[in-house]
């Protein structure tokens, strides 16, 4: 068997013959016919007409570049291989025109214009719609009915107050954290305040009996810590020179009178250097707030209520004694 195929080496079905001689007769016919049409498509292909061009062709959604006279599709003859009765079929099958797809086909349903299906559809849609809100009225007409008992006040969810109650819970516990961590901060600044201002302390007092005072005045306030150093030092060169009570140590470095246990002399004898600092302390304190803020105002401390009966210059030198290491310790500030 033999059949003409185009310049892509394609088959022409239609031009089949079983001796190669009718072959060439038939392709001779086809360069010499006078009413033959060549259609080329914008894809390359070239399709040819024997009779002219087909009764409506141009509705086809095919583009077309051009139509020529004649033969332009260069055929040639081939023989047909055992494959080519499959490909055939196949092509037979694939030919099948626009007309009779769209008749097959659903697509017509969907498109424009078809106004008895989109009815269809729409009376389809209301009818599932109503049917579906009678159902859920009905439903819960019937819960209600079965539950009289169950109230719930307009405008609240039901569990809403036990959800209030366990945030306003969760924000008091938060809060007390909070609390709790703030003061757990503020607490260790000041044990890192007090350790250096203990060792600023020390600077003056290391080595003499007052060494173990250090900490307890490093909790005092500044100035009141100043003084206790000063006056420490004018009185007593930081307790190397203090009272005594059944030779013992009676921890007051200042000269302080202020009754309790007392010396042949009338001194305070403390039993320990913490107590010392928390009484004495308390006094300087106190007079601080009176505004005495400095060595020369707190010359009371020498004198009594009026200095008028000591040496001016006695009272000039305790002033400038204490001074020293007073407005070294108070002159810085507070961190």
């Not at 195929?5 to 010499?32: G, H, M, S």
């Not at 016919?33 to 062709?57: A, C, K, M, Q, W």
Request: glycine residues 8%.
């Amino acid at each position: 068997m033999y059949c003409l195929v185009d310049f892509r080496n394609r088959p022409q079905y239609k031009y089949t013959f079983p001796k190669i001689e009718k072959a060439r007769e038939c392709l001779q016919k086809i360069k010499n016919n006078p009413l033959g049409v060549t259609v080329i498509f914008s894809d390359g292909r070239r399709e040819y007409f024997e009779n002219g061009l087909p009764h409506g062709f141009f509705t086809s959604s095919k583009k077309i570049t051009a139509i020529k006279k004649g033969c332009h599709s260069k055929y040639r003859i081939r023989e047909m291989g055992n494959l080519d009765g499959v490909l055939k079929k196949k092509h037979q099958t694939e030919a099948t025109s626009a007309a009779n797809w769209q008749k097959k086909s659903i697509l017509p349903l969907f498109m424009l214009g078809n106004w008895k299906f989109y009815t269809s559809l729409a009376v389809a849609a209301l009818f599932i719609f109503y049917s579906s809100f009678y159902f859920q009225r009905q439903s819960g007409q019937s819960v209600s009915a079965q539950l009289p008992e169950i109230y719930q006040p307009e405008g609240q969810v039901a569990g809403a107050m036990d959800v209030k109650a366990e945030n306003d819970g969760n924000e008091d516990s938060l809060k007390l954290a909070d609390e709790e961590i703030v003061m757990n901060l503020l607490g260790k600044i000041e044990e890192l305040k007090e350790d250096e201002f203990e060792s600023e302390i020390l600077k003056y007092v290391k080595g003499r009996p007052m060494e173990d005072m250090a900490p307890y005045i490093a909790k005092q306030p500044r100035i009141v810590a100043a003084f206790l150093v000063g006056i420490a030092m004018k009185e007593s060169k930081f307790g190397t020179y203090s009272p005594k009570l059944g030779g013992q140590d009676c921890h007051n470095y200042w000269g302080f009178k202020g009754g309790g246990t007392t010396t042949s002399g009338g001194y305070t004898c403390f039993s320990s250097p913490g107590e010392a600092i928390q009484i004495v302390g308390k006094r300087l304190a106190k007079l601080v707030e009176g505004g005495r803020t400095n060595p020369s105002a707190m010359v009371i401390w020498k004198c009594g209520s009026t200095c008028s009966w000591d040496n001016p210059e006695n009272v000039r030198k305790w002033i400038a004694d204490v001074g020293v290491n007073f407005y070294k310790i108070n002159s810085k500030e507070s961190s």
